[in-house]
């Protein structure tokens, strides 16, 4: 029987999914004895009518990383369910948007405005923006168009499975590598819509720092003080994620005593990450009446990049009004 | 803005206050403007953020959170969540473009069917001054390019 077809690709992303693959180590190895890779820009030089000729269905599992924020992404994505088996949403970004999707408190035009005419460091004179066409003496070139609204991979194209995370943990990846190799010889997938690489419980459970009732009397910000390792970072008034994330990342920021950022995204069942947060810190505020408490609430910064760092384009709202 | 818009609003009431005073306003066949669906939740505290989230995603125009006046709510501090959520709520919301005034919330007493008939009107008038939400509409023309 010959191998698995195995692509890789990266759409609006910083890059940190492919080095994640990479952090594997010597694995990566045998992920290249397990699969025969037919397509993975970062790393072999495969084009993309290489991809559009061929069969469709003829790869197996598609590792898809990077939200959908132009028309080049969606085009791939597009391109790549037709020709994949297994869609698989790989990383924050692909998820829900991740990173690129806080342009969402944004558009286009205010976007191309900051960067091609009022950044201080700019050399623009003539104000050129990006062009969807551009004549040069060998021909027209095409770039491709940015749009409004960054969108989430599942809101662009049906996707089988997800792998959370900025960036997946490299154990992670490993199991569910190892998951899709078993899944595809016995013929037993998991089922549609599955989180991979996540345990069912929240961050919280595999933090180890001491957890007792939480009250809080201000919020705090991480530059302000260094938190006491033992304790819950919540809990000191630092806007911890944990209880709104899903655990599969054993924890790492908390550990290393920053608050949980959310990028694993909500556990089962949750809607929307960033409302279960919110209604989370404005519940364990300890003031004696309404007034105080809501004046305190009213402290915290920056809502929707506190809460939704990582899941504004897949939250309910998905963007700030156009 | 068209003069023939009607508000949808969405109230989420508490059962054991705000849709008492709303059956109070009934039975005392106070006159109030319909536009509000009255839902009734335990408490104003089980109001979760996710219910005015998707209620605004899903077409309305407005949403009204009513509970027993702090101090006197069923659950001993059910209201005071509330009282913590909703400034943060107001917060999201006018970072993500809403018009301050599409989310209400007042305490309204079982006794209280006069306030309550009050506050749904001048509710509905208010969303009506705002205009439509309509929040589905911003992602169509893209996606219909798209498609």
């Not at chain 1, 999707?101 to 091609?116: C, K, P």
Request: aromatic content about 8%; overall charge negative.
């Amino acid at each position: 029987m010959s191998k698995p077809k195995l692509a890789l690709y990266w759409a609006a992303s910083c890059g940190g999914c492919e080095i994640a693959v990479l952090e594997i180590k010597e694995k990566i190895l045998d992920v290249a004895a397990a699969f025969d890779i037919v397509f993975w820009p970062v790393a072999l030089d495969f084009k993309y009518k290489d991809v559009e000729a061929m069969a469709d269905k003829s790869i197996d599992v598609c590792l898809f990383n990077g939200a959908i924020r132009n028309s080049e992404n969606e085009y791939v994505a597009k391109l790549l369910r037709d020709k994949s088996k297994i869609m698989v949403a790989f990383g924050a970004c692909a998820t829900m948007g991740g990173i690129p999707g806080l342009a969402n408190l944004s558009n286009r035009e205010e976007l191309f405005d900051l960067v091609y005419r009022d950044q201080p460091s700019l050399d623009n004179a003539d104000g050129v923006r990006p062009q969807l066409k551009t004549e040069v003496a060998e021909g027209e070139l095409d770039l491709p168009e940015i749009y409004d609204t960054v969108r989430t991979l599942d809101q662009t194209v049906d996707v089988d499975y997800y792998v959370p995370g900025c960036a997946p943990e490299a154990e992670q990846i490993w199991g569910v590598i190892t998951a899709v190799v078993e899944a595809l010889k016995t013929g037993v997938l998991p089922p549609k819509g599955a989180k991979l690489g996540v345990n069912p419980k929240t961050c919280c459970d595999e933090c180890k720092k001491v957890k007792e009732e939480k009250k809080i009397k201000a919020f705090r910000r991480p530059w302000e003080f260094i938190p006491d390792p033992e304790k819950c970072l919540l809990e000191q008034g630092l806007i911890c994620m944990g209880p709104a994330t899903v655990a599969g990342c054993g924890a790492r920021c908390t550990t290393a005593n920053m608050p949980c950022r959310g990028c694993y995204g909500p556990p089962a069942d949750v809607l929307d990450q960033g409302a279960k947060m919110l209604s989370t810190v404005a519940s364990i505020i300890d003031a004696p009446t309404p007034e105080e408490i809501a004046e305190i609430a009213a402290t915290v910064p920056d809502p929707v990049g506190t809460f939704y760092r990582f899941g504004l384009a897949s939250s309910l709202l998905r963007r700030a009004r156009i | 803005m068209s003069t023939d818009f009607e508000p949808r609003i969405i109230g989420f009431l508490c059962r054991w206050c705000s849709y008492n005073g709303a059956d109070l306003a009934g039975t005392s066949r106070m006159k109030y403007l319909p536009n509000m669906v009255p839902i009734r939740t335990n408490c104003s505290g089980r109001v979760d953020p996710t219910h005015v989230l998707k209620a605004l995603a899903e077409g309305a125009d407005g949403v009204l959170i009513a509970g027993c006046h702090p101090g006197d709510c069923h659950y001993i501090n059910g209201n005071y969540r509330t009282a913590g959520r909703y400034p943060l709520m107001e917060k999201l919301l006018e970072q993500l473009g809403l018009e301050h005034g599409r989310v209400r919330l007042e305490w309204i007493s079982a006794a209280e069917g006069d306030k309550f008939a009050k506050t749904v009107t001048e509710f509905t008038e208010q969303i009506r001054a705002l205009g439509p939400l309509d929040w589905g509409k911003q992602f169509e023309a893209e996606e219909a390019k798209t498609a």
